[in-house]
């Protein structure tokens, strides 16, 4: 079975972006994402309704990072230590090797590349220093920009599950992606 360290959290950096450790300074950013129905209208989780339930929820993930179940990153600009977004891995199996990979950024930074770099750089970490042998990311199937950075950084389409998540008084899809490490080019 694989094992999980987060500790020393792992800082990565790509070209242009700095991923570290989230902060309760950056509750006003994560709240602009997760407030916002827009941003939130192809994930099924509750939207904040406060600054302090973006806190609440930057804690949550924080513990979960100590606790090595989940891991998540505050996503920068180099030139900036304001996020533009926070992204991470959840649902970690260790016993399978695997993990999954999610992210959101404020829709000003949309178009930009900057997530197709950020998941490029996570899954790089994933497979060449955490271990993982696979990474998957379940999205809705209408997420299209979604679906075109997975694609952009080699998952493939392993899955579509018609009305398998019940959500907010419906039920609705998800179309499942993975990546193996051996097909992982940086």
Request: charged share 25%; proline share 5%; with cysteine.
């Amino acid at each position: 079975m694989l094992t999980i360290n987060f500790q020393p959290f792992p800082n990565l950096e790509s070209e242009r972006l700095v991923l570290r450790r989230l902060k309760d300074s950056d509750a006003p950013e994560v709240f602009k994402i997760r407030g916002n129905p827009e941003r939130m209208k192809f994930i099924p989780r509750p939207i904040l309704q406060t600054e302090e339930e973006a806190l609440a929820m930057i804690q949550m993930m924080n513990s979960k990072i100590d606790e090595n179940t989940d891991i998540n990153w505050g996503v920068c600009l180099k030139d900036t230590d304001t996020i533009i977004g926070f992204m991470g891995f959840y649902r970690v199996q260790p016993e399978n090797y695997r993990t999954e990979i999610g992210y959101m950024v404020l829709p000003e930074y949309d178009g930009k590349g900057y997530v197709s770099e950020a998941v490029n750089t996570m899954v790089n970490y994933a497979f060449n220093t955490a271990g993982f042998h696979s990474v998957e990311a379940v999205i809705d199937p209408n997420n299209f920009a979604s679906e075109k950075v997975l694609l952009k950084n080699g998952f493939r389409k392993e899955a579509h599950f018609v009305e398998n998540f019940f959500w907010n008084n419906e039920f609705i899809s998800s179309a499942h992606y993975g990546i193996l490490k051996r097909e992982f080019t940086k």
